[in-house]
């Protein structure tokens, strides 16, 4: 029996702790403002988008909500970008993705400010972290460390074994695992016996995108599994990368989906608005 690693306590005692942080900010007269935009309606983003309102409302911080038309140019947008990039009263700034076809997502990331850019999504944000500046943290790979850490798995010297090599969490993930000792080995479409690779794993990330694809035989007995994954199994429901039922008795530790590493993703958007005003 697997340790069900609880990311939705773990989100919630983070918000907790950013919540007496944004109280103390405003006896000083700092006030947190993110501002999030969505171009389109998207069904998962609106969910999404919603998600983060209701947590910057519940740790205090002031959420400017835009909600643009499907149509919108790339040049109103990154009008709009770098308009809030010189409203001082701004803090954070946040493109959901995926944008529109017509919309140059790169281009739009590029655009941000690096000191806005509280998704860690800047080519300066990602330099940072490959070289152990300081900047901002991609929020799902941040979460993932903060789920290990806050359940007292280590990561020293550990075999750790990413699947995906996405920008916003593969890639980020090898950095941070690696910043915290880890031996880090990323696997994608291209790995010869994939499950060689996971089975040496004594963490393993998942972060593919397809449905129920870890199975039991991919891991080793005891290994420490997330999933990244936000998938629909057959009938409709939410459901991760790993193949739950299967893999959970073999494992020593889990996070399920829903309830695993969404709620930290969302949580460490907050710890970046927060972090960014106090310093
Ligand atoms: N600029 C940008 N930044 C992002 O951080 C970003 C993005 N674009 N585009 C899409 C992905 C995905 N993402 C999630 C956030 C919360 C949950 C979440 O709250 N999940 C809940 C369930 C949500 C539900 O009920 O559907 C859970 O796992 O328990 C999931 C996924 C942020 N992303």
């Given amino acids: 029996?697997?340790?069900?690693?609880?990311?939705?306590?773990?989100?919630?005692?983070?918000?907790?702790?950013?919540?007496?942080?944004?109280?103390?900010?405003?006896?000083?007269?700092?006030?947190?403002?993110?501002?999030?935009?969505?171009?389109g309606n998207n069904p998962a983003s609106t969910v999404y988008v919603g998600n983060k309102k209701k947590a910057?409302?519940?740790?205090?911080?002031?959420?400017l909500a835009y909600e643009l038309p499907e149509e919108t140019t790339e040049a109103e947008l990154l009008e709009l970008v770098e308009k809030l990039n010189k409203d001082d009263s701004v803090n954070g700034i946040l493109v959901q993705l995926?944008?529109?076809?017509?919309?140059?997502?790169?281009?739009?990331?590029?655009?941000?400010?690096?000191?806005?850019?509280?998704?860690g999504f800047h080519p300066e944000s990602v330099g940072r972290l490959s070289i152990g500046q300081k900047g901002f943290v991609s929020c799902t790979p941040a979460g993932i460390i903060q789920l290990l850490k806050r359940s007292d798995i280590e990561i020293d010297g550990k075999e750790c074994v990413i699947i995906g090599?996405?920008?916003?969490?593969?890639?980020?993930?090898?950095?941070?695992?690696?910043?915290?000792?880890?031996?880090?080995?990323?696997?994608?479409?291209h790995t010869k016996d994939l499950k060689e690779v996971t089975k040496r794993a004594d963490i393993l990330i998942v972060a593919i995108g397809k449905t129920k694809f870890v199975t039991a035989d991919y891991i080793k007995?005891?290994?420490?599994?997330?999933?990244?994954?936000?998938?629909?199994?057959?009938?409709?429901?939410?459901?991760?990368?790993?193949?739950?039922?299967?893999?959970?008795?073999?494992?020593?530790?889990?996070?399920?989906?829903?309830?695993?590493?969404g709620p930290m993703t969302i949580a460490m958007l907050m710890?970046?608005?927060?972090?960014?005003?106090?310093e």
Avoid: F, W
């Fill in 56 to 63: 910057c409302a519940y740790v205090g911080i002031r959420s």
């Fill in 165 to 189: 090599r996405s920008n916003i969490v593969g890639k980020p993930m090898s950095m941070l695992l690696l910043r915290e000792n880890g031996t880090v080995t990323i696997c994608h479409s």
């Fill in 271 to 278: 710890h970046n608005c927060v972090s960014s005003v106090e």
């Fill in 1 to 39: 029996m697997a340790k069900i690693i609880d990311g939705k306590k773990i989100s919630q005692e983070i918000k907790d702790e950013l919540k007496e942080r944004v109280a103390a900010l405003k006896e000083k007269g700092v006030e947190v403002t993110l501002a999030v935009i969505q171009v």
């Fill in 98 to 119: 995926p944008l529109p076809n017509h919309i140059d997502e790169d281009k739009v990331i590029k655009t941000i400010a690096p000191e806005k850019d509280v998704d």
């Fill in 221 to 261: 007995e005891g290994a420490v599994v997330i999933d990244v994954g936000m998938d629909r199994d057959e009938n409709g429901k939410l459901c991760g990368d790993v193949d739950y039922a299967d893999v959970e008795p073999k494992a020593g530790a889990i996070t399920p989906v829903p309830g695993g590493v």
